[in-house]
């Protein structure tokens, strides 16, 4: 069906303000990830979770970054107490898992959510 | 540690050119290889990818070629076109599980009629 889609596509927000990105992964994948693209910068790998396992939390920045997985479907980032470094585009990207054996892992990615702290 | 990495961030070609693109890569242990274009103001698209028992793999004008000898990738654009002009990602997956792509920094590609 449809690919990644992300809401909303920009986001203006005040510092410390929260913000909630939401990510609608491909139907059928199961493993889903966030990234976060600062401006002409490579991705950066934040979160990643595969069904009912624990997520891997080890690329979120700070204990200000969140994420949840409901239903093994959409997925929401949350950030807490924005600041201005936080500015960026953020990409969920999802894929079959690795471990399935003759699957492929290849992630495909949504537009992003461009979010400006002002 | 382990990174990607572009031997240059700009490409400037004209159209009709071959354009090959280059990505090296420091972890030995890493199998799969995917590249990505991304235009402004989009999500990275997927290219092609290619698996570490493999060393060439082509597409439609598109070939991706893997040195594992010198942990060296590459992607080659036959007939470049102007709507080729992005910025070109490598990244490689480090072998295990469920672990995240490691992306590069990206090469600006520019495609001038």
């Known amino acids: ?118 | 540690g382990e990174s990607v990495g572009l031997h240059l961030p700009t490409l400037s070609v004209q159209e009709g050119d071959n354009s090959i693109i280059n990505c090296a890569y420091s972890n030995s242990a890493s199998d799969y290889f995917i590249w990505y274009k991304q235009e402004s103001g989009k999500g990275p698209q997927f290219i092609i990818d290619i698996r570490s028992n493999m060393d060439k793999r082509q597409g439609q004008r598109v070939t991706v070629l893997l040195n594992k000898t010198v942990k060296h990738l590459s992607l080659q654009i036959a007939a470049t076109q102007p709507g080729d002009s992005a910025v070109y990602f490598c990244a490689e997956s480090p072998g295990q599980a469920g672990t995240a792509l490691i992306f590069g920094k990206g090469t600006t590609l520019s495609v001038s009629s």
Do not use: M
């Open chain 1, 1 to 118: 069906g449809a690919g990644v889609s992300q809401s909303p596509s920009n986001k203006v927000t005040e510092k410390g303000k929260d913000v909630e990105l939401r990510c609608d992964p491909i139907s059928g994948h199961t493993a889903l990830y966030w990234y976060r693209q600062s401006l002409g910068q490579g991705l950066e790998f934040l979160i990643y979770f595969q069904g009912n396992s624990a997520p891997d939390k080890s690329g979120l920045p700070s204990d200000r970054f969140s994420a949840e997985r409901t239903g093994g479907s959409v997925s929401t980032l949350t950030i807490q107490r924005t600041q201005q470094e936080d500015s960026a585009v953020y990409l969920c990207a999802s894929s079959f898992p690795r471990s399935q054996r003759g699957a492929r892992e290849t992630q495909y990615f949504g537009p992003g959510t461009r979010l400006l702290v002002l």
